[in-house]
Structures are given as C-alpha cells and as structure tokens.
C-alpha cells in the first residue's frame, strides 16, 4: 500500500518577534507597494540568499501597520515549500475522514485566501503543473479560488497575498515558469549580498565577531568566482551563516569552513579542494 501524500510543509507563522532582516536594495518599499494594492510578488534569486527571511520580515512589519482587525490574524503568513508531489489538492484542501464521515479541510492556501494572510509558495516550479490554474485564478483581477471538490467558488480576502519563489539556477526546460504565470507578478531579483552587507548578515545570524564575519564573507565572494570555472551553485549566505554557528560553537575556522562551505557545495573533489585553498590564503 502506498502510503498517503504529503500534504506540503504548510507552516503557518505566528510572527511574535521580528525577523530580522537586512535590506539590500529597494525591496521593502517596492513590497509595501505591491501589497497596497495587493499585486502578487515573484522572488526570484538563488537558493540561501534571503528571500524567505525576507517574506517573514515583510508579513510581520505588513502585520504591525495593519488595522486591529486584521491583527487578529492567528498565522499572518503561511509558506509552503513545494516540491515534485505537491497537487493543487494539497493547497487547497481535500475531504478527510473523521469518525464515520469525510469533513472538509482547507488546505494552507485556501486557509490564506479565506483569513487573509500572505501565502508564500516556496520554489514554485517543483509543484505539479495542475497548481498552475489555482495561481493564475488568484492573481487576475477576480482573485478568486474555485474549489473543485465542493463546488465553492471562494473570493479572496481583501488583505490576501500571493507570493511566490523561484530560484532560476535550477531552471531546465521542463521546470521553466511559464511566461503566462510570469507575466502576472511584479518580479523582485535577488542575489547574494555584497562582502560588506553579508559580513554584517553573517555577524548577526551566527554570532561571530566582526573580523571572523568579514572573512567569511570574502571567503563566500571568492568561492562564489569559481562559479566561472564551471562550478554552478556558488555558496549560500545560509552556508556562510552556519561557518559562523559553528565557529562561534568552538569549531575550529579552517575545520568549520571545511564542513560547512567545501563539503557542503560540491562533492567534486578538484572543486573542494579550490575552495580549500581559498579558505587557506584568507583565515
Ligand atoms: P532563501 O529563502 O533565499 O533560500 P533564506 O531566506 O532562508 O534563503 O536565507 C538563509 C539565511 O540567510 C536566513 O535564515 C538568514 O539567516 C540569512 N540571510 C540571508 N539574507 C539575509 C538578509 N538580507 N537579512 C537577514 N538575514 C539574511
């Protein structure tokens, strides 16, 4: 027997403390606006360079502006991380068994669309194609969520918003986002930050002093060129930030960027060892 579907890792957020977040750019502003008028919000950027933290931050500072009406929300932003099973089912819902009958259950869209919280659909492209028609009904001028299975044609609350991400490194022809889902959000392009604004990210985030930030953050610049040399994916602000956990843990640098850095970005030996060398010239 195959066991049931994963329904999505829906993660509601309770939004108590501020996420911290460092803007890079306009991004904060260009977000306030799209959200005034409630247009949909594309982010696009590689994987680990802020664009999670940067919806938390955006749904709880949206969150403190909003009327108390609208402060009642339990979970002001839901995110779903989607990947290659996830249905159009498990965002919006299906029929469960409780007992001896089949109860309704939203899923986390429908939960969004109906209470008015930002949804943020995390890597959209790895979803199954059939979650295109629900995208697109949400993000045209009707705003409108049609739910198959029980008929109800759900107009969105005035305060919903769709966000959604898309890492364009991953990109192959057959995970490419359409253009007709493209053409229906404002796009905000992210990228890994500049030596001087990751070293104050990684300080923050990692709790390592300021020179060892600095270094980490060179060290992700230079490893980032090698990119040039035929290695793809770079490093991540997320992976410079756990050097610095473990640094700031008692890990040795050279051990803790060995772990967290060369290892974690490639198996390639030649490439590892690239790294290596970086991380010997700048510790
Ligand atoms: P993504 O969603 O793009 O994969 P995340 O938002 O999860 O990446 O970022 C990974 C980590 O990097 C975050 O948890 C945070 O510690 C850190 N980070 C990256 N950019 C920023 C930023 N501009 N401000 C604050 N933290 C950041």
Redesign the pocket.
């Known amino acids: 027997m195959t066991p049931p579907k994963k329904p999505g890792d829906a993660a509601g957020h309770r939004l108590r403390a501020e996420p ?5 750019g306009d991004e904060i502003e260009i977000f306030e606006a799209a959200y005034a008028a409630r247009l949909p919000v594309l ?1 696009k ?10 919806v ?2 955006m749904a709880w500072r949206l969150y403190r502006q909003a009327d108390t009406e609208r402060r009642t929300l339990e979970t002001p932003l839901i995110t779903v991380a989607c990947h290659e099973d996830l249905t159009a089912t498990d965002l919006v819902g299906r029929f469960l068994l409780s007992g001896d009958e089949t109860v309704w259950t939203d899923g986390p869209l429908t939960r969004a669309v109906r209470s008015g919280a930002i949804c943020y659909l ?1 890597e959209v492209v790895e979803a199954r194609k059939d979650t295109t028609v629900v995208v697109h009904s949400l993000t045209d001028h009707r705003r409108l969520l049609p739910i198959e299975k029980t008929g109800e044609l759900l107009d969105a609350h005035p305060d919903f918003q769709l966000v959604i ?1 898309y ?1 364009p490194g991953y990109q192959s022809v057959l995970k490419d986002l359409k253009p007709s889902t493209r053409q229906r959000f404002v796009s905000l392009e ?1 990228d890994y ?1 500049s030596v001087e ?2 070293a104050q ?1 990684i300080g ?2 990692s709790g390592v002093g300021a020179q060892d930030a600095q270094r980490l953050a060179l060290i992700g610049a230079k490893v980032r060129n090698l990119r040039e040399h035929g290695f793809e994916e770079g490093v ?3 992976l410079l ?1 756990y050097t610095g956990q473990l640094i700031a843990g008692g890990i040795s640098p050279r051990r803790a960027c060995d772990v967290a850095i060369a290892r974690a970005v490639t198996d390639d030996r030649e490439v590892q060892q690239a790294v290596a060398d970086i991380v010997d010239v700048l510790l």
Request: proline share 9%; net charge negative; charged share 20%.
């Open positions: 911290w977040y460092l803007p890079l982010l950027g590689p994987t680990g360079c802020g664009k999670t933290r940067f938390e931050h995390d991400s890492n992210f930050p604004l990751e990210i923050h985030e991540s602000t997320r930030v």
